[in-house]
C-alpha cells in the first residue's frame, strides 16, 4: 500500500526516497525516486544533523562491524559515516575495512560538522553557580587561570558512543604537559556529566565547606538586652503602675481595711479604771439651773 498524504484524491501522493549518497562536496544528501530514478539533494545544515541526533539516540544505530556488509564487499555510505561519527579516522577503517580512501574522505566533511557542532553544545552547556547559570566553557576557563598566566588553547571534541551518548574530549596542555577531560553528553535533552576525575575537577563550582545535608539549620537567639535603671517612682504611681502591667488573673486580693479602732486606744494609753470612773457623770440641779457646779456634800 503506497503512502498518501490525505483521504482526498486530487492531493498529491507522498514519495518516497531512499538516501543513496553524499554528493562530491560532502555539503548535500544525495536521495533517489526509485519509482521514477530520480535523484534529489538535501542540504546539510545544522537543523537537519540535529534531527538526526535526536533520531539516534531514540533509536540505537546498529553496531559497526568489521566486515564487509554488502556483496560487492564494501561498507555501505552509513556504515562508512558510523564509523567516522563514532571518532574513527579514516586510516583506521581503510586498514579494518579495506575500503579505498578516497570513498571514505566523501563522507569525512559533514560527520566532522556534525562532531564539532555536538561539542561546541556541550560546551555551552550552562552549569548552575550559585543564583546565575555560566556555560562549561567559562567555567572551564576560569579554573584553567590557575595553572598557567598564558591564555590556554582548548580542543573540543565529541563522538558518539553505541548507546547513543555523547563522549566530549577536552585537550589542552599546561606546562605539565598535555592534559585532558572527559564528559557524557545527552543531546536530546541538553545535559553533560564528567567523565573522569579532571572533568569532575573543571566543572567544580566553589563547593561549599559542609554539605547541604549536614548543615545545622538555623535557629534564632534571644540576647537579652542591657537593663535600663529602674526610674524612681512614688508610692502611688508605682502602685498605679504595678496594677495595670499585673494579669488580671493573678492580681492579689485587695488588701482589706482593718477595722476601725477606738480613738482612746489608738492615742491614750489609759491603764486601768475603775467601775466608777468609766460610769457617765450625770449633772447636777444646780448646774443645770445656775450652770455652777454643787458643792461635794460634808
Known amino acids: ?60 544505530a546498529p553496531q559497526p562491524t568489521a566486515q564487509a556488509s554488502n556483496d560487492s564487499g564494501e561498507l555501505t555510505p552509513a556504515e562508512i559515516q558510523l564509523r567516522l561519527r563514532m571518532g574513527h579516522s579514516p586510516e583506521e577503517i581503510v586498514q579494518q575495512t579495506g575500503v579505498a580512501i578516497d570513498r571514505v574522505m566523501r563522507y569525512l566533511a559533514p560527520i566532522v560538522n556534525e562532531r564539532a557542532w555536538i561539542a561546541e553544545r556541550a560546551a555551552a552547556v550552562k552549569l548552575r553557580k550559585g543564583n546565575e547559570q555560566v556555560a562549561l ?67 567544580e563550582i566553589d563547593p561549599p565547606a559542609t ?19 529602674e526610674p524612681e517612682l512614688e508610692p502611688e504611681q508605682h502602685l498605679e503602675t504595678e496594677q495595670h502591667l499585673e494579669p488580671e488573673q493573678h492580681r492579689e486580693p485587695e488588701q ?19 467601775a466608777e470612773q468609766a460610769r457617765p457623770k450625770i449633772p447636777s440641779w444646780d448646774e443645770i439651773l445656775f450652770g455652777t457646779p454643787a458643792r461635794p456634800r460634808e
Open 137 to 203: 566553557s567559562e567555567v572551564v576557563a576560569n579554573r584553567l587561570e590557575s595553572l598557567a598566566s598564558d591564555e590556554v588553547a582548548l580542543e573540543w571534541d565529541a563522538w558518539r558512543r553505541e548507546d547513543g551518548l555523547w563522549a566530549i574530549k577536552l585537550s589542552y596542555r599546561t606546562a605539565h604537559g598535555p592534559r585532558e577531560a572527559k564528559w557524557l553528553f545527552d543531546a536530546s535533552v541538553s545535559s553533560i556529566a564528567p567523565d573522569d576525575a579532571e572533568a569532575e575537577w573543571l566543572m
Open 256 to 274: 482589706q481595711l482593718e477595722p476601725e479602732q477606738d480613738d482612746t486606744d489608738e492615742v491614750f494609753d489609759v491603764g486601768e479604771v475603775t
Open 1 to 60: 500500500m503506497e503512502p498518501w498524504l490525505g483521504t482526498d484524491a486530487k492531493l498529491h501522493r507522498v514519495r518516497e526516497l531512499r538516501f543513496d549518497d553524499i554528493n562530491e562536496d560532502g555539503t548535500a544528501l544525495v536521495l533517489v525516486d526509485d519509482e521514477s530514478s530520480s535523484t534529489f539533494e538535501v542540504a546539510i545544515d545544522k537543523r537537519l544533523l540535529s534531527s538526526i541526533a535526536l533520531a539516534r539516540v531514540k533509536v540505537p
Open 211 to 229: 554539605p547541604a545535608a549536614e548543615k545545622p539549620p538555623r535557629r534564632l537567639v534571644s540576647v537579652p538586652a542591657p537593663l535600663a535603671p
